[in-house]
């Protein structure tokens, strides 16, 4: 698709299969309409129903306030497209240009946007997952059942890994005054995501809302009763605690299995794209026709020494839709960089945690404004003498201007005190419990030696 | 009637909590906890709070009142 | 070489004579978004800068973080939330949202909408079969007014005598030592100094009786999780909402109704549509807000801003109305448009000290208006432009007559 000709004619009547249809897919199909594009849209889904939002399933759903079914995300257009829903993708086939359904359907396409995000990563041994009363959340089935379990009045609940999801559904257990455990292999909270500053922080927070949290501490056996029905909870410190409810919290898998074999440069850590959320293929060369965006897309970020990165966020599922959708219907000269700046927030305990940044990407962190013993500060991260990231508890007001820091590579630790800085500040080494940018496990092969015959192979792992 | 807030935009200004209470609440100083898919009678008090959000996050359905998209499954 | 001093741009606008249309001269200050003054103090004007600005935490509301404090400044007394930083300013106005809105008190706003109506209708029924009307006197002074007074518990029947207070704070709050006799400053100070000494009383009479509805009830015998504010801090704060609450409504649905009557097919939408009164207010926010100017800020530490630095404890002054008309961030910015869907505006204000009463003063405007436009008989503008308060900050008619019925 060179000449302009080739672009309005595709624009025109080309044809554009969307593979995921939740957030990023149907932000994506609306903008490909507001971009003008008037050819054929398919939207395949492997979820019946129409697309969700899913943050409000760890939430207000939880509470019981709001039932799991009312998630519906609002429309901004009319996307006048076919959805082929509760059947997920099997297979892409590049040389054709074809996406294969699980029910051996084929759907053409002439450029595709892969959106089929990330799923809950399940309890890693089967029977013990399928036991009555261990849920993952992911889905609004999940929450709907998690929510039940809640609302039955369980005599505890254990949820297992003390991320952002696992602190929320203990927040909300604690909201509905349920006793709750939390077990974290991590010295803290939220650990691996913010550092251990903040964990140390998130550690209060559980605590003094009544949270039984252990922390170190792997939970080896889920133990049911004849019934089936979970019972008892191992660690492995030798400990046990009797609970009806599990709530496993341990993060996401990206949904690329499906992309075995198509020749994309898909993995466990991801699509890796370019900025222009343009796949790229095993060899990691751009291809033209192939696009993706949301949780599932891994692109560099210019900010961040170009490093791949991929986030779990949701408006930066919003933002690299419309980057995808955008670059789908325009000519090389007039393609869009996704370069905005991370954005994410919590929940938990009463408190708005916002960030701004890579905040994994540091290597000091100090707290520039506010009170820690309060909850309500701002948190600056550092690499390298510059600001990459902030880190706000109930202080969102201020985390435009830590954006502009971000962006502007401005020195860390900030050189001027701000009239709430606490006055014994100063920057302390962020501490990850692990080299969290670096992938996990070699996942390719490179063969050949004349520079025309070297190529990548995949080399999948079970895991 | 559906809404969404962007809540990476929202600074928890809680104007919408205000003008909206049983559709936008707080949880704690800042944090919003809000009805996604609130009664229509509550509909006069969502446009306004979607009017007055400092930083315009909140999105109410652009398609209100036509038909609802398909919902297709695989035939 | 002429020695003869030209007015700045800021000085024309700060002049009464451009107090009717200042918007060309916003215009021309925008061409140096950051402008330092002779006096060393910087007008900032633009959108970008003044959000960036409002944003930034070295941007200090204390007076006594400027190097020359500002004439007028209130170091003596306890100040008001507005002037201060966090974290006094956060902890002050967190305990009076106690009372006002949410998380605590999430119903008061929505809980007053009868009240509002009804006293709306009793003043427009004043004005059936009034041919001259003085809205500002008639209607958009007297309807906040009495919300305010009931909110905190200000008796009605003392209003005359703290209107000519307020009239005289407001007044001495854009005192230029320059150009302004020193009696201006003078009679603000003593104003305010009556003003105080007569909220000091009558939150001395509510210590001890719990249980009151009004706000300074609530303030003066309210143990909430950061304690209980002093006598000093609950005078301070109910000065400042009193105040805010004449001053800055009673501009608000004055220029709503100028403008409309300005744009009478809008006013004519607005009978059959009240849903557009919505909108319409954000777009009265934008393009004839209240609330002209911050007069001044002042930077906590260097502060750099549209590659300008801005020294330590020089005076800012954030042209708000200039940059909700700035053309790089609004599609026509000159044109009211009361359908304009991007309008991220200023009218309030932004950061931790947007306006705290923004609901209230929404709805009394939306109210307002809905039932103006659809009672009131062919209003027609008397004088246009109409008389203006001295105010360039709260900028807003003095008077504005409209004739209405067959008239003449």
Known sequence: MTSADNLQAFKREGRIVVVGASLAGLRAAEALREEGFTGSLTMIGDELGEPYDRPPLSKQVLTGWVPAENTKLPRRREVDAEWLLGVPASGLDLATNHVRLADGREVPFDRVLISTGVRGRPWFVESEAALDGVFVVRTREHAAGLQRALAAGPSRVLVIGAGFTGSEIASICRERDIPVTVAELAPAPLVGALGAMIGEVAADMQRAHGVDLRCGVKVTRLEGDAQGRLRRAHFDDGSTIDTDVAVVALGGVRNTDWLQGSGLAAGVWGIACDTGCRALDLNGLVTDDVFAAGDVARCPNPIYEYRLISLEHWANAVEQAEVAAHNMVSGQADRWPHLSIPRFWSIQFGVNIKSVGVPTFADEVVVTQGSVPDHRFVAAYGYRGRVTAAVSFNNAKWLDHYQALIETAAPSPPPCPAPDQPADAKPVPVDFPGPTLLAQGATVVVTGHDPSERRVTAAYQHR | ?75 | ?408
Request: charged fraction near 25%.
């Open chain 3, 1 to 408: 070489m002429t020695t003869t001093e030209t007015p700045s741009t800021l000085q024309r606008i700060l002049d009464y004579s451009s107090r009717a249309d200042p918007y060309p001269l916003y215009a021309e200050l925008r061409r140096t978004p950051v402008a330092r003054q002779e006096d060393g103090s910087y007008v900032v004007s633009t959108y970008r800068e003044i959000t960036d600005l409002l944003h930034n935490p070295h941007l200090s509301s204390d007076t006594r973080n400027l190097s020359h404090p500002t004439a007028g400044a209130e170091e003596q007394a306890t100040p008001a939330f507005i002037n201060l930083d966090p974290p006094a300013h956060d902890r002050l106005r967190r305990m009076t949202m106690r009372h006002f809105g949410p998380p605590h008190t999430p119903g008061l706003v929505t809980g007053m909408e009868d009240d509002l109506t009804g006293i709306v209708g009793s003043l427009i029924d004043d004005l059936a079969g009034k041919e001259q009307i003085d809205l500002v006197d008639d209607f958009a002074y007297p309807f906040p007014v009495t919300v305010i007074c009931r909110l905190l518990g200000v008796p009605h029947e003392d209003e005359p005598r703290f209107h000519l207070w307020v009239d005289d704070v407001v007044n001495a709050i854009d005192y230029n030592p320059k150009t302004d006799p020193k009696e201006k400053l003078e009679k603000g100070i003593q104003a305010r100094n009556e003003l105080r000494r007569y909220l000091g009383g009558l939150v001395d009479q509510r210590h001890g009786r719990p249980g009151g509805e009004d706000l300074l009830a609530r303030l003066a015998n309210d143990d909430g999780p950061d304690g209980r504010m002093t006598d000093e801090e609950i005078v301070a704060t109910a000065n400042l909402l009193l105040i805010a609450g004449h001053e800055t409504t009673v501009n608000l649905i004055t220029n709503g109704m100028l403008t409309l009557l300005r744009h009478p097919q809008v006013l004519q939408r607005l009978r059959h549509e009240p849903d557009l009164v919505v909108p319409l207010t954000e777009e009265l926010l934008r393009y004839e807000p209240p609330v002209h100017i911050i007069p001044w800020r002042a930077a906590y530490s260097d502060i750099t801003v549209a590659d300008t630095v801005i020294p330590k404890s020089s005076r800012i002054m954030l042209m708000l109305a200039s940059g909700s008309r700035d053309p790089n961030r609004f599609h026509e910015p000159d044109r009211f448009d009361p359908d304009r869907r991007d309008n991220q505006h200023l009218g309030f204000g932004s950061g931790i000290h947007l306006c705290f009463g923004g609901p209230l003063a929404r709805r009394e405007t939306q109210i307002a208006l809905t039932e103006l436009a659809r009672r009131l008989d062919r209003p027609r503008l008397v004088a246009d432009p109409p008389p203006y308060r001295r105010s360039p900050v709260l900028r807003g008619p003095v008077h504005l007559h409209i004739e209405q019925g067959d008239g003449y």
């Open chain 2, 1 to 75: 009637m559906r809404v969404v807030v962007d809540l990476s935009r929202c600074q928890g200004y809680a104007q919408c909590a205000f003008l909206a209470p049983d559709v936008f609440r707080m949880h704690g100083e800042e944090a919003l906890m809000y009805d996604p898919n609130p009664d229509d009678a509550r509909r006069d008090q969502v446009l306004r709070a979607a009017a007055a959000c400092p930083v315009q996050a909140i999105l109410v359905d652009q398609l209100e009142g036509r038909d609802a998209p398909a919902e297709a499954s695989p035939s």
